[in-house]
């Protein structure tokens, strides 16, 4: 199975920030990687696909990125609603598999 | 908007077998892959499997041999079958469109979850 490590597993951060989560695949995934949102009690949301395309309704202060098999998550200016844990998955071969996930947390 | 809601119950014994519904409503569920993707207390998600609507499925290695997704495509419905769990399977269940693509593929909708305890 593809392992997806995400980094840092949490980070504490004002509203206004930018914040960055990153995303290794273990082999070469092309840029079949997808990011989703996940708030407690809810159902997670998908926010990028394709490595950096963004989901239709999906503000645009969210972005993603590729350099080789480090994907990124950006959030460029963080709102209220945005703290939650983030994950990544890996769309590339079965069995899909996703990261541990980054809780985003307020400072 | 396609929506899934979960249901089936949320008490299992341990060695006996799971089972979950999902209903899916705004679409049909002709085409796509529709998943079942689990998250145990504190920890990530992990894909279970998931079955096309002709009925072809796959599934997750580590819990094949104890795994059965079908679909009912009269009641724009598939279903989890889980057997022999142990407390290691209490998890939130989703269910999951799974969006396939040329090439490519992402969960796009998600049902709100179910909370399956396994415990005597």
């Known amino acids: 199975d593809i392992q997806m490590t995400q980094s840092p597993s949490s980070l504490s951060a004002s509203v206004g920030d930018r914040v960055t989560i990153t995303c290794r695949a273990s082999?070469?995934?092309?840029?079949?990687l997808n990011w989703y949102q996940h708030k407690p009690g809810k159902a997670p949301k998908l926010l990028i696909y394709?490595?950096?395309n963004l989901q239709s309704g999906v503000p645009a202060r969210f972005s993603g990125s590729v350099s080789g098999t480090d994907f990124t998550l950006t959030i460029s200016s963080l709102q209220p609603e945005d703290f939650a844990t983030y994950y990544c998955?890996?769309?590339?071969?079965?069995?899909?598999?996703f990261g541990l996930g980054t809780k985003v947390e307020v400072k | 908007q396609v929506q899934l809601q979960e249901s089936g119950p949320g008490l299992v014994k341990p060695s006996e077998t799971l089972a979950l519904t999902c209903a899916v409503s705004g679409g049909s569920i002709t085409g796509h892959y529709w998943s079942w993707i689990r998250q145990p207390p504190g920890r990530g998600l992990e894909w279970i499997g998931h079955?096309?609507?002709?009925?072809?499925?796959t599934y997750n290695p580590s819990l094949k041999s104890r795994v059965t997704i079908s679909v009912h495509t009269s009641k724009n419905q598939f279903s989890l079958s889980l057997n022999s769990v142990t407390t290691a399977d209490t998890a939130v269940y989703y269910c999951?469109?799974?969006?396939?693509?040329?090439?490519?593929?992402?969960?796009?909708?998600w049902g709100q979850g179910a909370l399956v305890t396994v415990s005597a």
């Open positions: 079955i096309s609507h002709s009925g072809s499925a």
């Open positions: 999951v469109r799974y969006y396939s693509g040329y090439s490519y593929g992402y969960f796009d909708f």
């Open positions: 394709v490595a950096s």
């Open positions: 082999q070469s995934i092309g840029t079949y």
């Open positions: 998955q890996q769309s590339y071969v079965s069995p899909w598999t």
